[in-house]
Every structure is written in structure tokens, then in C-alpha cells.
């Protein structure tokens, strides 16, 4: 089955020690999205790529990057991790970034910062 | 700013019952309002999209309605089964790729037998 892949599902960093969260696709979709997701808040769209033009949120700190290297791959990179960057982190999948296209999620990446 | 506001933080009812889920929002004009499910520790399910200019969207036992004028959309899951107990979230959409899909921190429906 078509499916969005993350990895790994859970990740335990030290404060300030870079970790890198990774997420693949077998849609063949052009768009991905990584959202990060706090307990009981909204999904927050952290950047997307549209194949591979990179779109950065306004509000997303520097501290977090994002590579895709191919279409089927995508990868988060969190520099220095903080205690408050302790969240699920959602990669989701899209066929196209204009309205009305319904979003493919992956499981999830819990990050937990010790 | 956009805001989303999603009905209580959780919803109880009876199996067998109707749930109704409401998501209003504010300073937004939606081309689309999308519905998904999450599952604790999962990511989002898609569920339905309504466009702006349909009134009511069915699929099985899921209804969907969207009133721009009230800045409304409700959901509803009907003869709800304790499988039903899950987190739903509403999403706004606009037209361009320049907009991009708001999500509302969503409402915990749990279905007791």
C-alpha cells in the first residue's frame, strides 16, 4: 500500500544535540509538509516543499531545517533541540499545494528532550 | 489573525447516537474546510472536504455541513459506535498554494457502549 513512512517513530535527544527526523513516501507526491504537534494543540506547519522549492512558515524558528534530497524522501534537522521542541512531529504528503487536496499523514515522530 | 475554535475540548455520548462536532472560525474566507481523525499517538486521517460553495457533504455515516456566513462547519457522525472515539480536527483551506491548510486543535469524542 501507498503509504508515508517516519523514522523512527519514537526519539529521545539530549538538549542542545542535533537529531534529524526522517520521512519517505511511496505517493509519488510532489508536496511535503512537516508539522509539529503538541498534546491537545493544532498540527503546526513548520515548512513545505513543492517538489523542490523549500517554503519556510514566517514563524518557524532557525533552530529547525529541512533537506529533500528526492521526491520519496524528506528529512527534519533540529540543530540545537530545546526542552520546549519536545513534540510529535507530523510529515504529511499532498499531490498538489493549491486548495482543496486532502493531506497523507505519517505516524509520527515523538520527540522527547531530556 | 486566522482563528479556529473546535467545540470542547471533548465530547461524551451514547452509542447509538448522533455526535455532533462544531468548528467555527474567524478572520479566514475558506475555499475548503477539510475533517480528519487522529488516533492517540497517530497521525491524521482525512476524513471529508466540503468546498465553499456546497452546503452538506455525506460519506457513510459521516455528514459534513459549511455555512460561510456563519463561518460554520459542523460534524456529524451518526448511530456512533465506541470505534467512532477518536480526535477530530477541522482544517481550513484556501485556493492558492500560497495559502495553506490551518488546523484546529480538534475535539475528543469518546462513544461509551
Known amino acids: 500500500d501507498a503509504m508515508v513512512i517516519q523514522n523512527p517513530r519514537y526519539q529521545v535527544t539530549q538538549f542542545g544535540k542535533p537529531v534529524t527526523l526522517s520521512c519517505s513516501q511511496t505517493l509519488n507526491h510532489n508536496v511535503m509538509y512537516w508539522y509539529q504537534q503538541k498534546s491537545s494543540q493544532a498540527p503546526k506547519l513548520l515548512f513545505h516543499?513543492?517538489?523542490?522549492?523549500?517554503?519556510n512558515e514566517a514563524d518557524t524558528p532557525d533552530n529547525f531545517q529541512s533537506r529533500r534530497p528526492n521526491t520519496s524522501f524528506c528529512f527534519l534537522d533540529i540543530r540545537s533541540p530545546g526542552l520546549g521542541d519536545a513534540a510529535m512531529y507530523l510529515c504529511a504528503t499532498s499531490s498538489d499545494p493549491t486548495g482543496g487536496y486532502e493531506q497523507y499523514f505519517g505516524p509520527g515522530t515523538r520527540l522527547t528532550v531530556t | 489573525s486566522q482563528k479556529i475554535e473546535q467545540n470542547s475540548e471533548a465530547l461524551n455520548i451514547q452509542e447509538g447516537k448522533t455526535a455532533t462536532l462544531t468548528c467555527n472560525y474567524t478572520?479566514?474566507?475558506?475555499?475548503?474546510l477539510q475533517w480528519y481523525r487522529q488516533d492517540p499517538g497517530r497521525g491524521p486521517v482525512f476524513l471529508l472536504l466540503i468546498r465553499e460553495n456546497e452546503k452538506e457533504k455525506r460519506k457513510e455515516r459521516l455528514k459534513v455541513t459549511f455555512d460561510t456566513t456563519l463561518k460554520q462547519s459542523l460534524f456529524h457522525i451518526t448511530a456512533s459506535q465506541p470505534a467512532d472515539s477518536a480526535t477530530y480536527l477541522c482544517a481550513l483551506d484556501g485556493w492558492s498554494s500560497a495559502s495553506k491548510i490551518i488546523f484546529g486543535s480538534g475535539t475528543r469524542l469518546s462513544i461509551r457502549p
Open positions: 478572520n479566514y474566507s475558506p475555499a475548503y
Open positions: 516543499y513543492y517538489d523542490k522549492d523549500f517554503n
